[in-house]
C-alpha cells in the first residue's frame, strides 16, 4: 500500500492512496469463477450424457456475443430449472414443453412476477440454442408454453414494479418535491470526501441518466469540459450498445463543479472516478505530555463501485436527508421508501422530469438511450398523460 498524502487544510486528515488490499471486501473468495464459467459449470451439471458433439469454436463464440449480464440471469434462471426439475423428477436437457408449462404455474403460484416467468423461459431458450437443442425450433417456442405465459399476464396483469424515481425537486417540477428528490440528496451529502464522491455520483448520474453499469465505469478522460461550465460525456457503452459504438450526454455545470470537487480531494488522475472510500476515524487521546489530536484516514482504492455499493450510497444519503429534515414522509414510511430506492432511481427520476417538462417519448428515448419509447413511457406514462395530445390541444380552449 503506498501513501500519498492529500493536500487537504486540516492536517488531522490523511488521504491513502491504495490498491484495494486494506479495504475491506465483501468476497471471500479471491479467484471468484467468470460468468462464462460459471454459465458452463451450470450447463455442464444437467446436459444429457447422450448428446451430439457441439462446435466448442461455435460456444465461444455464442459467449463472446453475449453480454456478462446476461449471462449471469441465465445461469441463474438455469439453476431454478434445475432445481425443479430435481424436485419433480424431470429431465431438465432438452425440456419438454409440458414440463416447462408445469414450471410456468409452479413458479406463478409461488408468486414470481410475470416477467420473471418470461425472463426464465427466455434462458431456457437460450440454452438450448448454444446447446444444438433447438432444431428446428426450442421447446420454449411451443405454443402451449406461450400460452402459459399469456395467461399468467392475463390472471395477474403485467405492470411491473419500477425503482423509486429520484427526480430533482422543486426547481423543475413543483409536483416533484414529495418524498426523496435529488435536491434533498445533494444538500444532504457532507463535505468530506465521501460526501464529496457521493454528490458528483448522484449529480452526474442525473444529468447523464446513466444506468449502473454506465454510472461505475466513468472515467475523468471521458469528460470534455465545455466553456460554459458544462460539458460533454462519452458513454463508451452500455446495455444497448454491446458492440461499443459509444453515446454522449450532457452534464450541468453543477455536475462539473460537484466532479471537479471530488477528482481534486481525491486525487484521481486515471481509471474510474468513482470508487469505495474507506473511513478510519480515531479519537483524540490525552497523553503526557501532550495530546494527539483526532485523526481521520480515508483510504481510497482503484476498483470501481459495485451496483451493490451505488445502491448503498443511496440509501445511507437518504436516510441522511431524513434525519436532517429535508425530506418529509408520513410516519412508518421511510424503511420503504428507502428500500424503493436503487441504482435506477436516478435514470427513472429524470425519465419522469423530462416527460413533466412536456418532452415526448421519443426525444427522451433517444436522450437517454432507452431501446425505444415505448421503454420511457412505462417509466413515465401517468407524467406523458400531461404533455400528449390530448393535454396540448385541450389545455388551450378549456384553461
Not at 427466455?122 to 395467461?151: E, F, I, N, Q, Y
Not at 450526454?249 to 471537479?260: E, H, I, P, Q
Not at 445511507?316 to 434525519?323: L, N, S
Amino acid at each position: 500500500m503506498a501513501e500519498e498524502p492529500a493536500s487537504f487544510p486540516d492536517a488531522e486528515i490523511i488521504v491513502v492512496r491504495t490498491d484495494d488490499a486494506a479495504l475491506p471486501t465483501r468476497s471471500r473468495n479471491a479467484d471468484a469463477e467468470t460468468v462464462d464459467m460459471r454459465l458452463l459449470r451450470t450447463i455442464g451439471g444437467i446436459v444429457p450424457a447422450d448428446l451430439p458433439p457441439i462446435s466448442q469454436l461455435g460456444l465461444e463464440t455464442a459467449l463472446a456475443a453475449m453480454a456478462d449480464a446476461s449471462k449471469a440471469a441465465i445461469a441463474s434462471d438455469l439453476d431454478c430449472w434445475r432445481d425443479w426439475c430435481g424436485e419433480e423428477g424431470r429431465t431438465p436437457l432438452p425440456a419438454d414443453p409440458e414440463d416447462m408449462v408445469r414450471y410456468v404455474n409452479a413458479l406463478d403460484a409461488r408468486g414470481k412476477k410475470p416477467a420473471t416467468l418470461a425472463r426464465r423461459i427466455a434462458s431456457l431458450g437460450s440454452v438450448h440454442r448454444l446447446m444444438g437443442l433447438a432444431s428446428p425450433a426450442a421447446p420454449t417456442d411451443a405454443p402451449m408454453v406461450r400460452d402459459a405465459l399469456k395467461a399468467v399476464r392475463r390472471r395477474r396483469g403485467a405492470l411491473q414494479r419500477q425503482a423509486a424515481p429520484l427526480r430533482l425537486g422543486k426547481a423543475l417540477d413543483p409536483h416533484a418535491a414529495k418524498g426523496f428528490t435529488l435536491a434533498a440528496m445533494l444538500d444532504a451529502c457532507g463535505g468530506d470526501l465521501q460526501g464529496l464522491r457521493d454528490a458528483a455520483l448522484l449529480s452526474l448520474g442525473y444529468d447523464a441518466g446513466l444506468r449502473v453499469s454506465e454510472l461505475t465505469v466513468v472515467e475523468e478522460k471521458h469528460i470534455d469540459p465545455q466553456e460554459d461550465g458544462s460539458a460533454t460525456l462519452f458513454i463508451p457503452f452500455s446495455k444497448t450498445d454491446q458492440e461499443q459504438e459509444g453515446a454522449w450526454a450532457w452534464l450541468s455545470a453543477d455536475t462539473m463543479r460537484r466532479v471537479g470537487a471530488w477528482l481534486d480531494a481525491s486525487g484521481i488522475k486515471d481509471g474510474p472516478i468513482f470508487r469505495r472510500v474507506g473511513v478510519d476515524r480515531r479519537r483524540a487521546r490525552k497523553t503526557e505530555p501532550e495530546t494527539a489530536l483526532a485523526r481521520t484516514t480515508y483510504a481510497i482504492g482503484t476498483a470501481p463501485l459495485t451496483r451493490q455499493g451505488v445502491n448503498g450510497i443511496y440509501r445511507r444519503v437518504a436516510y441522511a436527508a431524513y434525519e436532517q429534515g429535508l425530506v418529509t414522509l408520513p410516519v412508518g414510511k421511510l424503511t420503504d421508501a428507502v428500500k424503493a430506492l436503487s441504482s435506477h432511481s436516478l435514470r427513472v427520476g429524470l425519465t419522469q422530469d423530462l416527460f413533466a417538462a412536456g418532452e415526448d417519448g421519443t426525444g427522451i428515448a433517444q436522450a437517454l438511450r432507452w431501446s425505444s419509447p415505448t421503454t420511457a413511457l412505462r417509466y413515465g406514462r401517468k407524467l406523458a398523460v400531461r404533455s400528449n395530445v390530448a393535454a396540448r390541444v385541450l389545455s388551450r380552449v378549456r384553461g
